[in-house]
């Protein structure tokens, strides 16, 4: 279709509805089978909002909450008479809530969340999950037994959204077997079609249609179904016959009580669905009893007023898309991300092929897409640390690494993520510095000499001789070592064989052994008549300690001039440690009221991050107690 046609077909559709959304000018245009290959070829894109810039008399503007319209130039005052018309006949037609009607997105998101979550125990991850992936525009995997309340999450999730002048979006269900055929999913195929000659199905009612759906036991599909379900979940388009026709999905959600089965062409498929869950049989014994012995469960809920002006409109999605996507990333999440990727490369190196983590690509665009939409819904221009939490959900593959994936992020948040610029190592280091120079300038070292100390083979410390000495009075044994019970062996290190003990006056003075010998050489026997004194030089060693500067009490300036030096470091050291103290307890209380917000994430994680800022903390301050010391040195006795 020529580009003027297609211009006119937009103005005509505008002279008639006066002000609508761009996403209502796609829709109208793929009824009149003008598709995005049709805009691309004309206008050289796809986006309809580029398209619609182009046209001349027509301008974008918002509403009171927010939402981008456009009109034609110069329509305002037909507007105005309308709502007056309405207005003077009372019409009953009712309206978008306004901005002011409406909670403050975090708050809508939140009462959300408890409406469809109602009555459901122990499903808050399941349905917070499902709710974040369906607003991402992602697909989910529930992974759990049957009669778990999967589907049960999946009908509720479509309570959530509403579509334009007040309807229901479409909802779609179906439970896979091996006999499930093409028909059941998207269509049957139209009999008057195929009179013409063309195979179409009639897709009304059906996935192509849907705006949420759910396929339990998806693994059970058959090779032509999975092969379509790829283009859909990939492009978000669905080709009947001769014609593709882009699907109104926003989610799909996919269970099954197992994982695919390896190397039945399942990968691809798989890969497609971003999070990925465990769904439970209820754990706790107060809430099975709550449940067994509780009402009855209702799958369809019906909103009160107020909660209907709040759920989420399927044109709001659009120009949600576009503010998620402005979302910043900040340095420290940046490092998380690289050292997740980084730890799975590493775990990988010990790994068979088919116990590997494999994320591929475009699961860590996505990734990021979550995360995104996280931040955005909990009203924040940035992603944080607690949003990282998710990714979790998004790297295992089997089963044995839910638990590791779990522990790989606690830990790379952990250790990687303290968003306090603190380098306490840095300051460790320079206390270090200082009292290296508080030594120098306020301390001499003093050397000493004293005998060398062996450890023997049996354990006892002995003193070595500087040269092997002979004692005939014990059959002539040569002997290395000495302690005060024994001579030990010089080859073998260990005691002589006679086990023959020095006498009591053993003693060490200075780098000398002095004993007395009290056996005669002929029988061994004790002979107080018999007695002479050794003394044998012993190994030495030098050592030193530092002592005080006694130069000090003569010269008294140079200490004060030394002290005054040493305070002006002190205090350099000192203040950054305040400083740095201050501000973990600053992040402390600005972010744990900040992470306990989050709507998306564990709150687990939230320990595990104040955690690792609370650890900073005691290092900083045992830096400072260590600090305190190195002072103590110099003021201390001077």
Known sequence: MEKEEIIKEIKNFLTEKKKCNPSTIKDELKKKNILAENLEQAFGTKSITDILKEIPKIEFEKDEHGTSYVKLKNSSEQDASVKNVQKSENSVLKKEPSKEDRLPLRKRIEKLLSFIGKDLIEKDEAVRLALLSSIAGESIFFLGPPGTAKSLVSRRLKLAFKGENEKSVSYFEYLMNQFSTPDEIFGPVSLKALEENQYERITQGFLPEANVAFLDEIWKASPAIQNTLLTILNEKKFHN???????????????????????????????????????????????????????????????????????????????????IEKIKIPDEVRTIINEIRNELFRKNERRQEDEKFYVSDRRWKKIINILKTSAFLNERNSVDLMDCQLIEYCIWNTESQIEEARQIVKDCVEQNGLEVDIAVDDIFDEIKEFNNYITEQFYVKEMISRPSCYTMNDGNKAYKFVRQQNFPSYNNISVTYINENNYYDADKDCQNSNNKVFPNSFKCIGNKVIFDDYYRRQNYSYNNNYHHEFAIELESCCSGKFVKNTDFEKYPDMKKTRQKTADEKYNSILEPIKKSIQDVDNYISKKSALFEENLFADQKMRDVILKAVEKSKVELEKAEDDLEKVRERYIQGF
């Open 241 to 323: 016959g001769n014609k593709v026709n882009e699907v109104p999905l926003k989610a799909l959600i996919s269970a099954s009580n197992e994982l695919p089965a390896k190397n039945q062409g399942l990968e691809a498929l798989w890969d497609r669905f971003l999070i990925r869950t465990i769904v439970n049989p209820i754990q706790k014994d107060e809430d099975f009893e709550k449940f067994i012995y509780g009402k009855k469960v209702k799958a369809e809920l019906e909103p009160t007023d107020s909660m209907k002006k709040n759920l989420i409109l399927t044109c709001e999605l659009e120009d949600w898309t576009e503010k």
